[in-house]
C-alpha cells in the first residue's frame, strides 16, 4: 500500500516539476496552461467516472459555474482573485448539491439530464435579464485583475490538488466503496457501503476542482463569454481524453490528455473539423476495441499502473 | 384572445412536427434500448441532403422525401451492422453505445463542414408557394401544413406497421422482451437491423422539413435536436413509438405559450422540462419506468 502512495506521489511530483521548469524553457504560455487545464478537467471527470461509472456529460456546467463564481466574486467584491477561485470551486460544489437528485438516475440517462443541467445553467448565466449580476451574453471582462503568471501557478496549484485527490481516492478504503457501487448499487450497499454518501462525496468533489479550473480559467484569460466556459465542447474533450488514456487510474487521464490536447493543438485550433473527424474515429474505434483506455494495455501485461 | 388562439394552433402543429423529430429516437430505444446519440445529426444530415438535393436540381421538398428515404435507409444497414451486434455483445451496452453514437455524431458534423462549410443552409419557404391558409381565423404558411401532413402520414406508417404488419408484431415482441423474442424464433437481428433504419429515415424526414419549422440549418445543430428529441420521447415515454406524438404535442404547446409569453425564456425549456420529467416521472406520462434508485 505504501508502496503504491509512493508511486502515486512520484507521478504528481513529476507532472508538478516539469509545469514549474517548463514555462523558462518553452515560452508558449497559454498552451501550457490549457494542457494544465484539461489535465485537472481530466482528473475531475476521473474522480467521478472512473470510479463511480456517473458520465458527467454536463461537466462543463461546474466549469462554467467556477469561472463565473470566480469572475463575479473578483468584480463585486474586490478581494483577492487567489481566494475568489476557491470561491469559484465552492460555486460548482453548490452547483453540484443541487444537482444530487440527478444521480438517482441511471447510466444514460443520467449523462444526458446532466447535459441539459449544464444547457439549463448555461441559458440562465446568458439571459439578457441577468445582465446585472453576470453580464448577460456580453460576457466577462476581469482586465483589471489581470495577471498570467499567477493565473498560471494558481491552475498548477488545481492541478496539484486534482491529482491528490485522485491518488487519495485510488488506493484508499473510499475508493474501494465508490468501485463497489460502480460495479453493482445494491451489492455494495448490503455490503455496508453507504452509497448514497459515498457517490454525493465523489460528486461534489469532481464538481469542486471543475470550478477550481474554471476559476483559473477566468483569471488567467480575464475575458471570456458564457459561449466559451459553456461550451459543450469542455465536456466533451474532457471525458474523451479521460477515456482514452483510461478511467480508474490517475496516470491514464493524465496521458490521454496530454497526448490528445497536444494534437489537438497541432491540427485541431486551425482546422477544427479534422480533429473533431479525427476523435470522432477515435472514439468509435476506444468503444469497440479499446473501452478501458491506453492504461489497459499496460495492466494487461500486468504493469501496475499508477 | 386572438394571441391565445394562434399560440395552441401554432403549438399544436409545432408539436406534430416535433413528435416526428422525436419518433426515430424512440423507436431505435425500443427496440434495440439504446440511445442514439447521434438522431439530432441524422435530422441535420438529412436536412443538408434535401438542401442539396432542392438547390442544385431542382427537386421539391416533398419530391426528395422517398429519395432522401432510401438513402438514409441504405446508409443505416452498414451503419447497424458495422456498430450494434458487437455493441450488444459488450460489457455495458447502454454506456458504450452512448459514447459510441456520439463518436459518429462527431464524425458527421465534421464531414458536413467538409462538404457544405461552415455556413447556414436554407430553403425558402415558398418552395411550396406562397399562399397560406385559415383555422380559426388565424393564417399560417402553407409549408406548415404540409410539413404535418407528412409527420402525420409518417406517424400512420409507424401505426400500420407496428399493428397490421407480420413484422411489426415482431417488432413489438422484441420491444417487449429481447430474450424471449429470440426464443420464440423471431429473427431479432433482422428486426432491429430494420428499425434502426427506420428510426434513421424518421429522422431524415424530419430533417427536410426543419427547414419550415426550425428555421436554417446548420452543422451543430445536432446535439440540441438530440437534447430536444430526448425530452420529448422521456414525456411521452421511452420506448413507446405513439407516446411520443402526445410528448411531441406537450412540446409544442408549451414552447409557443414560453415563446409568446415569456419569450425570453423560452429557451431553456426543453432542459427543464427534461430534467423535471426524469425526476419526478421518469416512467414518462404513459409508460413505464426507467430509472434505478
Known sequence: ?306 | MNLFVYTIIAGIMYGIFFGLVGMGLNIIFGVLKMINLAHGDFIMLGSFLAYWLYGFLGINPLVAVPIVAAVFFLLGLPLYYAFVPRLIKSKDPEMLSFILFFGLSQVMEALVVFFFGNNQRSIPSTAFGSAGFTIFGQRFPIAWLITCLVALGAFGFVYWYLQHTRMGRATRAVMANRDEALVSGIDVERISALVFCMGLVLASIAGIFSFFVIGASYPSMGAELTTVSFAIIVLGSLGDPLGTILGGLIYGVAVMFMQSYFSSWAEILPYVLLIAVMLFRPEGLVGKAARSA
Open chain 1, 1 to 306: 500500500m505504501r508502496r503504491r502512495y509512493l508511486q502515486a506521489l512520484s507521478v504528481i511530483i513529476l507532472v508538478a516539476v516539469v509545469f514549474l521548469l517548463l514555462p523558462r524553457f518553452y515560452s508558449n504560455q497559454s498552451f501550457l496552461f490549457n494542457l494544465m487545464l484539461y489535465l485537472g478537467l481530466a482528473e475531475g471527470v476521473n474522480i467521478i467516472y472512473g470510479f463511480t461509472g456517473y458520465l458527467p456529460f454536463g461537466y462543463v456546467g461546474f466549469f462554467g459555474a467556477g469561472a463565473y463564481g470566480s469572475a463575479i466574486a473578483i468584480t463585486f467584491w474586490h478581494i483577492s482573485p487567489f481566494v475568489c477561485v476557491i470561491l469559484g470551486g465552492m460555486a460548482a460544489v453548490a452547483t453540484g448539491i443541487v444537482l444530487i437528485p440527478l444521480l438517482r438516475l441511471s447510466g444514460a440517462y443520467f449523462a444526458i439530464a446532466n447535459l441539459a443541467a449544464s444547457q439549463a445553467l448555461y441559458l440562465i448565466v446568458a439571459n439578457p435579464t441577468m445582465e446585472k449580476i453576470t453580464q448577460g451574453p456580453y460576457g466577462i471582462d476581469l482586465s483589471s485583475v489581470y495577471n498570467a503568471d499567477a493565473g498560471y501557478y494558481t491552475m498548477l496549484a488545481v492541478l496539484v490538488f486534482a491529482m491528490v485527490v485522485v491518488a487519495y481516492i485510488r488506493n484508499s478504503d473510499f475508493g474501494l466503496s465508490l468501485l463497489a457501487i460502480k460495479e453493482d448499487r445494491v451489492t455494495a450497499s448490503l455490503a455496508g457501503v453507504n452509497v448514497v454518501r459515498a457517490r454525493s462525496i465523489a460528486w461534489m468533489l469532481s464538481a469542486f476542482v471543475a470550478g477550481l479550473c474554471g476559476g483559473a480559467f477566468g483569471w488567467f484569460t480575464a475575458v471570456f463569454y458564457p459561449s466559451t466556459v459553456f461550451s459543450l465542447d469542455v465536456s466533451v474533450f474532457t471525458i474523451v481524453f479521460a477515456l482514452f488514456g483510461g478511467v480508474g487510474t490517475l496516470a491514464g487521464p493524465l496521458l490521454g490528455a496530454l497526448l490528445l490536447y497536444s494534437m489537438y493543438n497541432f491540427i485541431g485550433i486551425s482546422t477544427p473539423q479534422y480533429f473533431q473527424l479525427f476523435y470522432g474515429f477515435l472514439i468509435i474505434g476506444l468503444v469497440l476495441f479499446l473501452p478501458d483506455g491506453v492504461a489497459s494495455i499496460l495492466q494487461k501485461g500486468k504493469v501496475y499502473v499508477p
